[in-house]
T-cell receptor, first 112, second 117 residues
Framework: GESVGLHLPTLSVQEGDNSIINCAYS??????FIWYKQESGKGPQFIID?????DKRQGQRVTVLLNKTVKHLSLQIAATQPGDSAVYFC???????????FGTGTKLQVIP | GAVVSQHPSRVICKSGTSVKIECRSL??????MFWYRQFPKQSLMLMAT?????????EQGVEKDKFLINHASLTLSTLTVTSAHPEDSSFYIC?????????????FGSGTRLTVV
C-alpha cells in the first residue's frame, strides 16, 4: 500500500548546527502532514504541521517545507541542541480520513 | 493544551492472561481515538480507530478478537489484549484529536510498555 518513508535512518549533528530531516511520501491524496518527536520510552510529541496548500511553515526553531511536486517533506531545526536528540517521524493524513500514517523515523543524534 | 493520559505505563503479564490499557483525554472530548503499536526501533503502526459509542475499525491484519477496544465515553477508550503471548510484547500508544483546538495535530499518550512472559 501507499506509505510514508524517510531517506536517513540516523543523523548526527554538531550542537549549534542546523539539522535537516527528510521524508518522502507516496500518497498523493494526503493533504495534511505532521512532524513528531519521540524520545525514548515516550509517546510522540507534536512539533509542527503543514497543509498541502502551503509549501513552508515556521515555528520556534523549526521549519517544515513541503514539495508536492516530488512528494517530499523536510523538517529543519535551527541551532540544534542536545535536547533535540530523539527520533523524528513525519506523518500524513489522507484527505477524507481521520487516521494518521507514520513514516519510518529518523534518529537525530546531537554531538555536544 | 490537549492532554492524553495513558495507563499503565508499564505492565508485565503472564502468557495467556489479558491486559487492559486505558487512554483518557483529560481536557477535551474525543469522539475518535487511535491505537498504535510500536516495536523496538520501528515506526508506529496503526492498529485500530476507536469510535465513541460504536464498534472500532481495525486495520488489516489486526485481530479484533484479540485486541478488544471499547470507547464507552467521550474521554475514555480502552484496549484489552486478550490471551497475551510473548509476541504481543510491544509499546502501545493511543492518540486523540481535540477538534476544538486550532492545532490540528493529534495528541499522543505516553505509551504502555507491555511485556508478556
Amino acid at each position: 500500500g501507499e506509505s510514508v518513508g524517510l531517506h536517513l535512518p540516523t543523523l548526527s549533528v554538531q550542537e549549534g548546527d542546523n539539522s535537516i530531516i527528510n521524508c518522502a511520501y507516496s500518497n498523493s491524496a494526503s493533504d495534511y502532514f505532521i512532524w513528531y518527536k519521540q524520545e525514548s520510552g515516550k509517546g510522540p510529541q507534536f512539533i509542527i504541521d503543514i497543509r498541502s496548500n502551503m509549501d513552508k511553515r515556521q515555528g520556534q526553531r523549526v521549519t517544515v517545507l513541503l514539495n508536492k511536486t516530488v512528494k517530499h517533506l523536510s523538517l529543519q531545526i535551527a541551532a540544534t541542541q542536545p535536547g533535540d536528540s530523539a527520533v523524528y517521524f513525519c506523518a500524513e493524513n489522507p484527505r477524507g480520513y481521520q487516521k494518521v500514517t507514520f513514516g519510518t523515523g529518523t534518529k537525530l543524534q546531537v554531538i555536544p | 493544551g490537549a492532554v492524553v493520559s495513558q495507563h499503565p505505563s508499564r505492565v508485565i503479564c503472564k502468557s495467556g492472561t489479558s491486559v487492559k490499557i486505558e487512554c483518557r483525554s483529560l481536557d477535551f472530548q474525543a469522539t475518535t481515538m487511535f491505537w498504535y503499536r510500536q516495536f523496538p526501533k520501528q515506526s508506529l503502526m496503526l492498529m485500530a480507530t476507536s469510535n465513541e459509542g460504536s464498534k472500532a475499525t481495525y486495520e488489516q491484519g489486526v485481530e479484533k478478537d484479540k485486541f478488544l477496544i471499547n470507547h464507552a465515553s467521550l474521554t475514555l477508550s480502552t484496549l484489552t489484549v486478550t490471551s497475551a503471548h510473548p509476541e504481543d510484547s510491544s509499546f502501545y500508544i493511543c492518540s486523540a484529536r481535540d477538534q476544538q483546538s486550532r492545532i490540528y495535530g493529534y495528541t499522543f499518550g505516553s505509551g504502555t510498555r507491555l511485556t508478556v512472559v
